[in-house]
Every structure is written in structure tokens, then in C-alpha cells.
């Protein structure tokens, strides 16, 4: 059997190709230059032909006994929103078993038919919550958010929300500055919180640029510079709240929120990839001292510095012993076992 970690995407007619590919872009491509940690399959409750929704089938060679070896499950989508019985005992004995499962869209409902998400929060396709919420009243739905993960069961929004969850569990798998890499061969970016909104509200009547990509790749490079809402909108060239209105409507967040976010991410990477001091890797990204870079982790995280570079740090997947206590100590961390809702972040 691999040693990579198994990922099984559950396939079923009419299958959404795009969710599909979404699980298979993450998890199953081999890029040049990164090392591959994925075992990437799909299965189906009828091997053979599955139809899909645009038009073609692609076959699918294995069954639901291909759960059985699963590390991760993911339903990419479930067009028909009812599973029938034998796919509903294998994803509970997946679970049972221990493995994470992860639903796409509206394989939500899957997950909640099988009572995974029963008295916890989850999402789905904001066109689907209020279906989800009536036909599953002990699921908290939470239709404005990206995805949410639970550690153990995940679930996301539609279309490119999957993405983002995907690259979520790789960061949580292998550390933030390998799911960057990962993210950047796929021209994407790097890291969305799940607590985003799902779609963008009514722009404004006000004349604003039509993206802030040009002012978010300034700020990226600035982030260890003192960066107020009111640097981002002077040189955006437009006022504060007319700079808070488009951050809302492309991004789904506040322009301090956005900030702090890069400044974790980048203090996670110099975890990760550098042995500089709590103090350095602050002053770096901006968060002014090790105290301060501290408690924006804990806020953020629910962990310290120091146990995340003992979880994450390059040196200990090199090192066979090393790397056996950090999969043990990631494994008991509530960095995993939280609420990917509760990540929305402070302001700047």
C-alpha cells in the first residue's frame, strides 16, 4: 500500500466536473519540483460510465471498497442530493474508521443524510443553504461563509470555494509555504479564510478601479511596513470607505482583515522554512513584537508559534523520528479540530 496519503473523490451520476477537478487539481497532479504527498482515486457506488453534466462520461474503475483504505474523502458534489443507502454505511464506516471527509457544493447533503454534520456548522452553495437548513434542521448553515472544517469533516461553497477548501487541507496536511507553492502553480491564490463571503455584494455607484489586484500585490511586499486602511486607499486613490466597499464586494473581507491574514501567512512560511527568532519573523510581517505575533496566532489559530514550527518545520520531513512527532502532535492540535468559520480576524 502507498504511504501518501490516500485521497478518494466519490463519484456519482451526473457528475459536476468541475468540482471534480477541483480534488484532482490539488490532489493528484505531480508538479515539477515539489514533492508529491497524495495518493489521489475515485470511486463509485457502479463502477463504469458516469455520466457527467457536460455532456460525456468518464469511467470510474473502482468501487466503494476504495473507501475502505481512504485517508480523506471527498464528494465532489451530489447533483441529486439524496445517496442511497450503500454509499451512506461506507462513508460512516470511512468515518468511523477515521478518515476526514470533505464535501464540495452540494455534497453537503451527503454528509448530512450520513448524521456527520449533526450539531455542527456547515455550508453548501449559497442557491442550496436554504434547502440544506429545512431538510436537515440539526445542521447549522451557514450560507455567507467560504467552507468550513471541522478537522474531521469539512464542507464549502460551490465552484472555486472547493479549491479553496482543498488547498485548506493541504495547508493543514503540510504546512502553509507547500500549499502556497502548490497554490501558485495553479496560478491561484494562495490562501482564502474560510469565514469570506460566498459571493459579492452590489457594488457601489462610486468610481472605483476594477480590481485590486495591483493594490494587493504592493501591499504583499510591504507587509513588514506599518500598512493602515488609510495607506491601502491613498494609494488606491480613493477614500477609506469607498476602499472597505471594494474589499467587500471582491473579496468578501475588510482591508485590515486581509492584511492581517497576509501577515499570518507569512509569519506560518518563516515558521516553516527559517529557524529566525519569534521576534524576527514579527518584525518581518509586520505584527511589531514576538507578544503581539503570539496572540494574533492564538486569535487565529488556537496555537503558539513554537508548536506550530514544531508541527510544520522543513527539517522534521527529513527526519523520519522527527517527522513521526510532528504528524502526532499535528494530529492533537486544535489548529485541526477548529471551526474554519471562526477565522474571521480582527481589524489591522
Not at 304 to 318: D, I, K, M, N
Amino acid at each position: 500500500m502507498s504511504s501518501e496519503h490516500r485521497v478518494v473523490a466519490l463519484a456519482s451520476p451526473p457528475l459536476a466536473t468541475f468540482e471534480l477537478s477541483c480534488a484532482a487539481e490539488v490532489f493528484a497532479t505531480v508538479r515539477p519540483g515539489l514533492a508529491r504527498h497524495y495518493d489521489f482515486r475515485v470511486c463509485a457506488e457502479t463502477p463504469g460510465p458516469v455520466p457527467t453534466l457536460a455532456g460525456y462520461s468518464i469511467t470510474v474503475t473502482e468501487g466503494l471498497t476504495a473507501l475502505e483504505s481512504a485517508d480523506t474523502v471527498v464528494i465532489p458534489g451530489w447533483q441529486t442530493r439524496t445517496a442511497p443507502a450503500a454509499v451512506l454505511s461506507a462513508l460512516r464506516r470511512a468515518y468511523t474508521r477515521g478518515a476526514r471527509i470533505a464535501a464540495i457544493c452540494s455534497g453537503a447533503f451527503v454528509l448530512a443524510q450520513a448524521g456527520l454534520l449533526d450539531g455542527r456548522r456547515a455550508t453548501t452553495h449559497w442557491r442550496l443553504t436554504a434547502e440544506l437548513a429545512e431538510r436537515f434542521p440539526a445542521v447549522t448553515v451557514d450560507s455567507d461563509v467560504l467552507y468550513v472544517d471541522h478537522g474531521d469533516v469539512a464542507t464549502s461553497a460551490g465552484t472555486s470555494a472547493g479549491i479553496d477548501l482543498c488547498l485548506h487541507l493541504v495547508r493543514a496536511d503540510h504546512g502553509a509555504a507547500y500549499a502556497a507553492k502548490v497554490a501558485r502553480h495553479m496560478v491561484m491564490p494562495p490562501h482564502r479564510e474560510g469565514g469570506q463571503l460566498q459571493y459579492a455584494i452590489a457594488p457601489s455607484r462610486a468610481r472605483v478601479p476594477d480590481s485590486l489586484a495591483p493594490l494587493l500585490g504592493w501591499a504583499a511586499e510591504r507587509l513588514g511596513e506599518p500598512l493602515t486602511v488609510d495607506d491601502l486607499a491613498a494609494r488606491a486613490g480613493v477614500s477609506a470607505r469607498t476602499l472597505a466597499r471594494m474589499f467587500a464586494a471582491q473579496l468578501g473581507t475588510s482591508p485590515g482583515q486581509w492584511v492581517l491574514a497576509q501577515r499570518i501567512a507569512g509569519a506560518r512560511a518563516l515558521l516553516e522554512e527559517t529557524d529566525l527568532s519569534v521576534d524576527a519573523i514579527a518584525a518581518r510581517v509586520g505584527l511589531s513584537s514576538a507578544t503581539n505575533l503570539r496572540r494574533r496566532f492564538h486569535d487565529v489559530l488556537r496555537t503558539t508559534p513554537a508548536a506550530y514550527r514544531r508541527a510544520f518545520h522543513l527539517r522534521a520531513r527529513t527526519n523520519p523520528l522527527t517527522a513521526a512527532a510532528a504528524n502526532e502532535m499535528r494530529a492533537s492540535s486544535p489548529i485541526f479540530r477548529r471551526d474554519g468559520v471562526s477565522l474571521r480576524m480582527g481589524a489591522l
